[in-house]
Nanobody, 120 residues
Framework: QVQLVESGGGLVRPGGSLRLSCAAS????????MGWYRQAPGKERELVAR??????NYADSMRGRFTISRDNAKNTVYLQTNSLKPEDTAVYYC???????????????WGQGTLVTVSS
């Protein structure tokens, strides 16, 4: 069974940085796309960034401040967040799409989420 496990969230002051990690566990042949979404209190979940065969995509409000990268050998995706603002406070969720394993094909998977709080 494949699972996504996030780490790296926490409390940071405005202007600070955090690096989030998400590792896909299990016997995996390939993952087409990995990415990050976030959900702030009282708001809908929104795309932060994603990376796949077609390249990378960023939400406009995060382009230039956040950088997504991926280590395919480790089935891990990273999100470097810089110049954090209080409005970046949210639960950040890892997402993976089109995951192929020896026994099963997954359409998509979500991690459990990691909380990022930006506050002075």
């Amino acid at each position: 069974q494949v699972q996504l496990v996030e780490s790296g969230g926490g409390l940071v002051r405005p202007g600070g940085s955090l690096r989030l990690s998400c590792a896909a566990s299990g016997n995996i042949f390939s993952i087409n796309t990995m990415g990050w979404y976030r959900q702030a209190p009282g708001k809908e979940r929104e795309l932060v960034a994603r990376i796949g065969i077609g390249g990378t995509n960023y939400a406009d409000s995060m382009r230039g401040r956040f950088t997504i990268s991926r280590d395919n050998a480790k089935n891990t995706v990273y999100l470097q967040t810089n110049s954090l603002k209080p409005e970046d406070t949210a639960v950040y969720y890892c997402h993976a799409a089109l995951i192929r394993t020896p026994l099963k094909y997954y359409g998509e998977l979500w991690g459990q989420g990691t909380l990022v709080t930006v506050s002075s």
